[in-house]
Structure formats: C-alpha cells, structure tokens
C-alpha cells in the first residue's frame, strides 16, 4: 500500500498562473483534507471532503478550489497563483469515527 | 486567541530521559486530540490519539488528556536521539472534519 500520494513533488509558479495539485489515497478512507504549512504558522486546513461528493471549507480557503474525483482522489486547484500561496502543501486523509490523518510526503510550491 | 497553543521550545533532553510536550485548545467542545512527529523536510506522522480524559499509553509514549483544564500532553519516555523533531499538537473540533494544529514544539534528544 502506497498510502497517500501526492503529485508534484515541487513546483514552482509565476504569479497569475495556474495548477493542480493531485492527492490519491489507498486506504478506502472516507474523508480526505488539503493543508497548507508555513513557518510559524503551523498546518492549516484549507478544505476537505468528509466523503465522496462533498466538499467544504477549512481555515484558509480563499485562492483555492478542490474536487473530490471518487473516494481515492482530491485535487487542490490555484486558479491564479499569489506569492502568498508559496508554501507546503499537504494532502491527508482520515477513516470514519477516529479522525485519525495519515498524511502524504507533500509539496513544495513557489509563487514568484 | 489561536485554536491550540504550544510552546514552540526549543526543548532539549538528555538521552534516557522524560520529553514533556504540552499543549492548550480553546474550545471546550473539542472532541479528540492527536499528537504528530514531523521530520525536518518530512510530513507528519501520527503517534497517538486521544478522545477521553486520562492518560493513554503505547509504548515509550503516553498522551494525557484533562478536558476540564483544555490540556493535552505528551511524555516521551527514554528519548533517543531519533525522537529529536517537531511535535505538533492537533485538535478536533467536533466531531465533524475541522481540525486545527499547533505551531508544534521542537525536541532535540542530547546523545
């Protein structure tokens, strides 16, 4: 089992552009969330999707979109990308009841 | 007044001994509590979880929970140099999918 993947691994934008980052879980979990991380800041929730179909917002939503694709897959969308959007982005995803985030390896994004 | 606070160290033990990694939330109605080792570079790992008030124990881990206080905690005992990383506190708001983490406590284990 891969657990949780995420594509790209880097990426580096120039301000105005746009792209997709990929999320994919295989471990029939249920809910599956977007993090961002940034020094002194801490990880904070962007969106999530409690299941397939639903999607809401977390802390920090504004400048993103999502799509839950089907149970495995949650893509984080930056239509016009802002050099406050530099940062590490994190995909986890979480079974029914315990809440327990299992966390893929992240992306490292640039906005210059 | 954020969600939940930590101290952000860095905190520094001696190999062998008791890490003591604290952390406050604000909202009496949270839920569940979980703690995360991060490695540098690394994304964060799951190392406990915590849903009623006590203590919880697995392994060389134990996590405290005293909801009354809004505190949770976690004791590393005999640290080892590879426990050195951050740890970051998280909180479940409801039982619904809003969590919110703290800035995370760094921990250096001295061999």
């Known amino acids: 089992n891969a657990g949780v993947t995420q594509t790209p691994k880097f990426q580096v934008l120039k301000t105005g552009q746009s792209m997709t980052l990929q999320c994919a879980q295989d471990?029939?979990?249920?809910?599956m969330y977007w993090y961002r991380q940034d020094p002194g800041m801490g990880l904070r929730l962007i969106y999530y999707?409690?299941?397939?179909?639903?999607?809401d917002k977390g802390e920090v939503p504004n400048g993103y979109n999502v799509s839950r694709l089907n149970k495995r897959e949650f893509s984080l969308r930056l239509e016009s990308a802002a050099p406050s959007q530099t940062s590490v982005y994190f995909c986890?995803?979480?079974?029914?009841?315990?809440?327990?985030?299992?966390f893929g390896p992240g992306t490292r994004l640039t906005v210059t | 007044q954020k969600e939940v606070e930590q101290n952000s160290g860095p905190l520094s033990v001696p190999e062998g001994a008791i890490a003591s990694l604290n952390c406050t939330y604000s909202?009496?109605?949270?839920?569940?509590f979980f703690w995360y080792r991060q490695y540098s570079g690394k994304s964060p790992e799951l190392i406990m979880s915590?849903?009623?008030?006590g203590d919880k124990e697995d392994g060389r881990f134990t996590a405290q929970l005293n909801k009354a206080s809004q505190y949770v905690s976690l004791l590393i005992r005999d640290s080892q140099p590879s426990d050195s990383a951050t740890y970051l506190c998280?909180?479940?708001?409801?039982?619904?999918?809003?969590?919110?983490f703290g800035t995370g406590t760094s921990l250096t284990v001295i061999p």
């Open positions: 915590i849903y009623s008030n």
């Open positions: 986890a995803s979480s079974g029914y009841l315990l809440y327990e985030q299992y």
């Open positions: 909202d009496r109605g949270s839920q569940s």
């Open positions: 999707s409690a299941s397939e179909g639903t999607t």
């Open positions: 998280a909180v479940n708001k409801d039982t619904g999918n809003q969590f919110y």
């Open positions: 471990m029939n979990h249920n809910s």
